[in-house]
């Protein structure tokens, strides 16, 4: 019996011995390999370090598979024909599937990644792609968060439907477009909601650190992404959702779902998004929807109705009363703007203002708005002013409103007005460089003259 134990015990001293002697192995390996990589030392002596880690030491450390996508990703890059590229992408999916296997709480997104390596690499089928995509927005959503992944999601079943592959049918579209562009809102609430902590700190006088510099710049990036997606789907929806087909379409439904509030708010949104508000069905959509249960949306398209019937006093009462009941700041800012823009836009400018800075006050990161207020200012230019260099010093103010957006529009807009304002040559002329302005019309602001 003695013996027996000796054995055993000398078997689990080897075995243990073994193990350790292993994980040493894979950690010197690592360290060497880890070396390599932060050193962006990409080459074929470090990839055949990740293969080893990859074969030998598969679940020792999930940053062989962190650098190990940096490293095939630059071989993908610097693939010399279409099948060395091939191989490349089907060994970046390859690390991605050996890294849920080994790693699966950490390997997140992955089904996105392995799809977008595809798409934009020109490799694999559309089929393929969009089954990847489609997996990862029906099991993984939460981390389906790449605005180009999500458009191209979309976009391979609008050439789907159009080719008229699986099946697919025009409530189906409507589906999926309703589907994505919630995931989108989603996204784009989350970083507008970070970036308002931040230009709100901003606003209060306090500095941001480097570290928060840096994300309000990835914020604004990443707005402007969600922002262009959405225009992109937008743009592919509308050439096959016309007034004409949506409204017989939508039209044959009513009676069926107009106790249907998530229908009614669906329908109604569609319409006024490709313009069909001035149909009656738009108005009877709305009505059974506010009477079914009202809230800041149904208020709100019943707005849109009355101001399609051009009754401005009653679109005004709606959109108010959207706004008080809108609990979503985003929405709420949206509402002002809707207001700001096409209640009163330039025949009151004032009031125009007014309703552009609630949104702001809202919702710090809604851009739209200083450009907005910008334009205002711009088209004031021969309003304001005593004389032509003061009329055109305006262009100043309208470029430092746009930059507040903080987007690649805002930027765009202030890079026009600054071209329109006085010129260096005129500044020199008129000797008053460094100089204040007063606009003693609406616009009741002043602004400094640049120095030479």
Same mark, same amino acid.
């Not at 990589?37 to 598979?65: M, V, W």
């Not at 693939?79 to 080994?102: G, S």
């Not at 570290?211 to 509308?238: G, P, V, Y």
């Given at each position: 019996?003695?013996?027996?134990?000796?054995?055993?015990?000398?078997?689990?001293?080897?075995?243990?011995?073994?193990?350790?002697?292993?994980?040493?192995?894979?950690?010197?390996?690592?360290?060497?390999?880890? !070396?390599?990589?932060?050193?962006?030392?990409?080459?074929?002596?470090?990839?055949?370090?990740?293969? !080893?880690?990859?074969?030998?030491?598969? @679940?020792? #450390? *999930?940053?062989?598979?962190?650098?190990?996508?940096?490293?095939?990703? @630059?071989?993908?890059?610097?693939?010399?024909?279409?099948?060395? %590229?091939?191989?490349?992408?089907?060994?970046?999916?390859?690390?991605?599937?050996?890294?849920?296997?080994?790693?699966?709480?950490?390997?997140?997104?992955? !089904?996105?990644?392995?799809?977008?390596?595809?798409?934009?690499?020109?490799?694999?089928?559309?089929?393929?792609?969009?089954?990847?995509?489609?997996?990862?927005?029906? $099991?993984?959503?939460?981390?389906?968060?790449?605005?180009?992944?999500? =458009? +191209?999601?979309?976009?391979?079943?609008?050439?789907?439907?159009?080719?008229? %592959?699986?099946?697919?049918?025009?409530?189906?579209?409507?589906?999926?477009?309703?589907?994505?562009?919630?995931?989108?809102?989603?996204?784009?609430? /989350?970083?507008?909601?970070?970036?308002?902590?931040?230009?709100?700190?901003?606003?209060?006088?306090?500095?941001?650190?480097?570290?928060?510099?840096?994300?309000?710049?990835?914020?604004?990036?990443?707005?402007?992404?969600?922002?262009?997606?959405?225009?992109?789907?937008?743009?592919?929806?509308?050439?096959?959702?016309?007034?004409?087909?949506?409204?017989?379409?939508?039209?044959?439904?009513?009676?069926?779902?107009?106790?249907?509030?998530?229908?009614?708010?669906?329908?109604?949104?569609?319409?006024?998004?490709?313009?069909?508000? #001035?149909?009656?069905?738009?108005?009877?959509?709305?009505?059974?929807?506010?009477?079914?249960?009202?809230?800041?949306?149904?208020?709100?398209?019943?707005?849109? #109705?009355?101001?399609?019937?051009?009754?401005?006093?009653?679109?005004?009462?709606?959109?108010?009363?959207?706004?008080?009941?809108?609990?979503?700041?985003?929405?709420?800012?949206?509402?002002?703007?809707?207001? #700001?823009? $096409?209640?009163? /836009?330039?025949?009151? %400018? +004032?009031?125009?203002?007014?309703?552009?800075?609630?949104?702001?006050?809202?919702?710090?990161?809604?851009? *739209?708005?200083?450009?907005?207020?910008?334009?205002? =200012?711009?088209?004031?230019?021969?309003?304001? /002013?005593?004389?032509?260099?003061?009329?055109?010093?305006?262009?100043?103010?309208?470029?430092?409103?746009?930059?507040?957006?903080?987007?690649?529009? /805002?930027?765009?807009?202030?890079?026009?007005?600054?071209?329109?304002?006085?010129?260096?040559?005129?500044?020199? $002329?008129?000797?008053?460089?460094?100089?204040?302005?007063?606009?003693?019309?609406?616009?009741?602001?002043?602004?400094? +003259?640049?120095?030479?």
């Amino acid at each position: 019996m003695k013996t027996k134990v000796i054995i055993l015990f000398a078997f689990i001293l080897v075995t243990f011995n073994g193990f350790a002697q292993s994980a040493a192995n894979c950690a010197e390996k690592l360290s060497i390999f880890a !070396e390599m990589a932060k050193t962006k030392n990409y080459g074929e002596e470090t990839y055949k370090h990740l293969q !080893e880690l990859r074969k030998d030491c598969p @679940s020792f #450390s *999930e940053a062989i598979y962190i650098y190990g996508e940096r490293i095939i990703n @630059s071989r993908i890059d610097n693939a010399k024909t279409p099948a060395d %590229k091939e191989k490349e992408v089907r060994d970046f999916i390859k690390l991605q599937d050996e890294f849920k296997t080994n790693f699966p709480a950490k390997a997140k997104g992955i !089904e996105v990644k392995k799809a977008m390596v595809l798409f934009e690499n020109n490799s694999g089928t559309s089929d393929e792609v969009y089954q990847l995509l489609d997996s990862a927005f029906k $099991n993984d959503k939460d981390n389906f968060s790449n605005p180009k992944a999500l =458009y +191209v999601y979309f976009e391979i079943y609008v050439n789907d439907f159009e080719a008229n %592959k699986n099946g697919i049918k025009l409530q189906d579209l409507f589906n999926k477009y309703d589907q994505v562009s919630d995931k989108i809102d989603e996204e784009e609430k /989350g970083v507008s909601d970070a970036l308002d902590v931040l230009l709100q700190k901003e606003e209060s006088g306090t500095e941001l650190t480097d570290k928060e510099k840096r994300a309000k710049e990835n914020h604004q990036i990443n707005l402007d992404a969600f922002e262009t997606i959405h225009s992109s789907m937008d743009a592919k929806i509308a050439q096959l959702a016309t007034c004409e087909r949506l409204i017989p379409f939508l039209g044959a439904s009513f009676e069926e779902k107009k106790g249907d509030a998530e229908w009614l708010k669906r329908a109604a949104d569609r319409l006024d998004k490709k313009g069909c508000s #001035s149909d009656p069905l738009f108005s009877k959509i709305s009505d059974a929807l506010h009477s079914l249960n009202p809230t800041a949306e149904s208020a709100y398209n019943l707005g849109v #109705s009355f101001y399609t019937k051009k009754n401005t006093a009653k679109a005004l009462e709606y959109f108010n009363q959207s706004a008080e009941l809108q609990k979503d700041n985003t929405k709420k800012a949206n509402v002002y703007y809707t207001i #700001s823009r $096409n209640i009163y /836009g330039n025949g009151n %400018k +004032v009031q125009a203002r007014a309703y552009a800075e609630k949104a702001l006050a809202t919702k710090p990161s809604f851009g *739209e708005a200083h450009v907005y207020i910008a334009q205002l =200012y711009a088209n004031s230019a021969n309003d304001c /002013g005593n004389d032509p260099f003061e009329k055109r010093a305006i262009y100043w103010l309208a470029a430092q409103t746009a930059r507040k957006a903080g987007t690649a529009s /805002g930027n765009a807009a202030a890079s026009s007005y600054d071209k329109l304002a006085p010129s260096k040559q005129e500044i020199f $002329n008129s000797g008053r460089a460094g100089q204040s302005i007063c606009f003693k019309c609406w616009v009741g602001k002043c602004v400094t +003259v640049p120095n030479l």
